[in-house]
């Protein structure tokens, strides 16, 4: 029963994740090429996505759950992170069913580091192109530089005139 109920639940969150990684390279391409519409068509998907996952893992936590409690007399450490709730549940399955979750989750982790790494890739290609603009419009329009605020705290824009300032000694 926990086997199959467990298999179950990784083999949902690899197909998410890996969905998830099509509609990142999906969200990539409509940055580069600037399809806004598209961005956030699938922006939308993948907060879908996150909550399927989301769901998932709850039901993984539950399952966790019920697994200490049936074999809490058996030395199941209440102090084990995600991974060591994992492995001790897979400790004690026949050799098959061990090995068969171990492959599922270990594809699953892999699936999530190449999320990872391909959405931190996107992060650093805005990242700098938001500082490549910055620079070049800051050395474009120098009289834009600082930063001025009025009597109430509230950013007052330049409109590029002169600027008098009444000074009293």
Same mark, same amino acid.
């Given at each position: ?45 993948? &907060?879908?996505?996150? %909550?399927?996952?989301?769901? @998932?893992?709850? +039901?993984?936590?539950? /399952?966790?759950?019920?697994?200490? =409690? ?28 061990? &090995?068969?979750?171990? %492959?599922?989750?270990?594809? @699953?982790?892999? +699936?999530?580091?190449? /999320?990872?790494?391909?959405?931190? =890739? ?48």
């Amino acid at each position: 029963m926990i086997y199959e109920k467990c298999r179950e639940i990784l083999l949902k969150e690899f197909e998410l994740v890996q969905n998830a990684g099509i509609i990142q390279e999906k969200i990539r391409f409509a940055v580069i090429g600037r399809e806004w519409a598209d961005f956030e068509t699938n922006l939308s998907a993948m &907060n879908a996505i996150e %909550s399927k996952l989301e769901s @998932l893992e709850n +039901e993984r936590d539950q /399952l966790f759950s019920v697994f200490k =409690t049936v074999k809490h007399q058996q030395g199941f450490s209440e102090n084990l992170d995600e991974k060591g709730q994992f492995y001790a549940l897979v400790s004690r399955l026949p050799a098959e069913q061990r &090995n068969d979750l171990t %492959s599922i989750y270990r594809g @699953l982790k892999v +699936e999530a580091i190449k /999320l990872k790494m391909a959405n931190d =890739t996107l992060i650093n290609y805005v990242n700098g192109i938001k500082s490549t603009l910055k620079e070049f419009l800051d050395l474009a329009f120098v009289e834009r530089g600082g930063k001025m605020y009025t009597k109430n705290g509230t950013h007052f824009s330049h409109d590029m005139r002169s600027m008098v300032l009444n000074q009293s000694f």
